[in-house]
């Protein structure tokens, strides 16, 4: 499945670059392990291997090697986060949604716009930007298709902008654990076609405090 954010395919293309260099890593490491041991097995009687105690080119390789693949893994990571970053600066009119958590649930508040509760209805391809606070303690907004998670603190609003580019239903969960019913502080996020989106409001603004789907 295509990551429904762009933001999820950034995270989805760093994740998996660093799984391949890793499990490439493993796999190296342990057949020249598993090569070297039968190689020098005592069994074999081949003799001990001569000790290597200085290699110019050897050390030389290994530290060029290294240092690239860790410099390539930290731009490749610098940059990811950075057009996070740059996505949270958007300002390109992104719809606003003030989101206020408390134990437990979740209360949505669009600008000039309905309310609800445990459900946020945002249109598909345009900037959303949410103003989180929280009435207690610290809840964390996680909706894992999107690959974001933010806290949501007590006394200080946090930011968090994003775009949702393909319509349907994402789970929202509170990802800091915050009391008893932690686990049941769900939600979740409806993205529709700017079209639909347009119809709920109409719809929802005839009869504020109801919950349609
Ligand atoms: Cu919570």
Redesign the pocket.
């Known amino acids: 499945m295509t990551p429904p954010t762009p933001t999820a395919a950034r995270f989805e293309l760093l994740f998996w670059s660093l799984t391949a260099i890793c499990s490439f890593v493993t796999l190296v490491v342990l057949i020249a392990m598993v090569g070297l041991v039968l190689r020098f097995h005592h069994a074999r009687d081949r003799g001990d291997a001569e000790p290597i105690r200085h290699h110019n080119r050897y050390e030389v390789a290994w530290t060029v090697v290294t240092f690239a693949v860790f410099a390539g893994m930290f731009v490749f990571g610098a940059l990811a986060f950075r057009e996070l970053d740059a996505d949270t600066r958007e300002t390109e009119s992104p719809l606003e949604v003030s989101v206020t ?1 408390k ?2 649930m979740w209360k949505f508040d669009h600008a000039d716009g309905p309310r609800e509760i445990d459900a946020l209805h945002v249109p598909a391809g345009r900037p959303i930007r949410l103003s989180m606070i929280s009435e207690d ?4 907004f996680f909706v894992p298709k999107f690959r974001l998670k933010h806290d ?1 603190l007590p006394g200080r609003a946090s930011t968090l902008v994003f775009r949702v580019d393909t319509p349907g239903n994402y789970q929202l969960l ?1 990802a ?4 008893l019913d ?1 686990s049941r ?1 769900r939600g979740r996020v409806v993205v529709m076609t700017p079209d639909d989106y347009t119809a709920w409001r109409s719809r929802r603004s005839s009869q504020p405090e109801g919950d349609t789907p």
Do not use: F, K, T
């Not at 303690?137 to 964390?140: L, P």
């Not at 800091?176 to 009391?179: F, N, P, T, V």
């Open positions: 958590a134990r437990w303690v610290i809840h964390s949501v509170c800091e654990y915050c009391g932690h502080m």
